[in-house]
């Protein structure tokens, strides 16, 4: 089930809920949240409501002549047979009503979350950590944006309708291909798994690059710098996917970063010789009191925790080396 038909099928229930005899201020807030989440949500009822609507002129019924207290924007009271109708219309595909525009559906997850997105062109999208992605995807276009965060895009191939990802002032074009888009403050990082990827400027001026299987790339305002890397280099920064992180003699402060990405917990440094010392090693992405135990234990580094804040110094007697999280 597509990701438009679950909303779908929530907005019927919701309706249907609306019409019980039990409906009360709690529904009522609980309704309000769920329909404030997304613009998807709201169109998503409004266009169930209009298609029986439609059904109801249609059959000569028309519309209940009293209506009992509604959300003060409801117009209409619905029979119990609601969802039970909505369901038939989605099932035989009566259009409900139609949208000029192609609708854009929006994801996004919370910090140390992750989610898998199935679109209905048979692709798939993985979003990691603290992230927001829209897409439109349909019998004409292929198109998503990623305004935060990080994702992996396993894209079906369609040569005559390109996939095209947006993020900052760039877009990537595919059309058949399994890599990662992630994007920070100032930098865009592209990494490439399978297939063939252009990374070029998002108003579709200038020189694209392209990016082969293996290689990765750097954006930072209009420089590009790109790189081949070995397989197993490209799996590592892709690690996200299964909760792990893992380093290969990356500096202490690069690794804490990446920690505090996933955790509401954040790790502090409080010297410059413990942030320069390097490491390597495989982590739980989200448990961070197994990675500064290590910490303790191997590089013989002080730790002390205040509230959510975790400082780690002592790091001019410490040695350099490799640690896993078993």
């Known amino acids: ?17 609306q019409d019980g005899q039990d409906w009360n201020a709690g529904d009522n807030t609980d309704f309000e949240n769920w329909i404030s989440q997304s613009t998807e949500h709201r169109v998503a009822y409004l266009r169930l409501r209009a298609g029986w609507e439609k059904l109801d002129a249609l059959s000569g019924r028309g519309a209940p002549t009293t209506e009992p207290q509604r959300p003060h924007w409801h117009k209409a009271a619905w029979s119990a047979a609601l969802a039970a109708a909505a369901a038939v219309l989605l099932v035989v595909g009566i259009p409900l009503m139609r949208s000029t525009e192609p609708a854009t559906l929006t994801y996004a997850t919370k910090v140390g979350g992750r989610s898998t997105i199935s679109l209905d062109d048979g692709s798939s999208i993985e979003l990691n950590t603290n992230s927001r992605l829209r897409a439109t995807v349909n019998d004409r276009q292929r198109t998503a944006w990623l305004d935060q965060g990080e994702a992996f895009f396993s894209i079906a191939p369609d040569k005559a309708h390109p996939f095209i990802v947006y993020s900052g002032s760039r877009q990537i074009t595919v059309v058949g291909t399994r890599f990662s888009v992630r994007k920070d403050d100032t930098r865009l990082s592209v990494a490439v798994l399978e297939g063939r990827v252009r990374v070029g400027a998002a108003d579709g001026t200038g020189a694209a690059t392209l990016l082969t299987a293996g290689d990765t790339a750097t954006v930072e ?5 790109v790189q081949t890397e070995a397989p197993q280099r490209v799996e590592e920064a892709l690690a996200w996917r299964n909760d792990q992180l893992r ?27 413990t942030a320069a010392l390097r490491i390597g090693g495989s982590f739980r992405a989200t448990d961070i009191d197994a990675f ?7 590089f013989g580094l002080q730790v002390v925790t205040s509230g959510d804040t975790i400082e780690i110094s002592g790091g001019k007697a410490a040695p350099r080396g490799d640690v896993e999280d078993m």
């Open 292 to 298: 500064t135990r290590l910490l303790e234990n191997v």
């Open 247 to 273: 380093f290969n003699d990356v500096t202490l402060r690069a690794a804490v970063d990446e920690f505090n990405r996933y955790n509401h917990r954040q790790i502090r440094i409080a010297d410059e010789d």
């Open 221 to 225: 305002q209009a420089s590009i710098l």
């Open 1 to 17: 089930m597509s990701q438009r038909e679950v909303i779908e099928q929530q907005a019927a229930l919701w309706i249907a809920r």
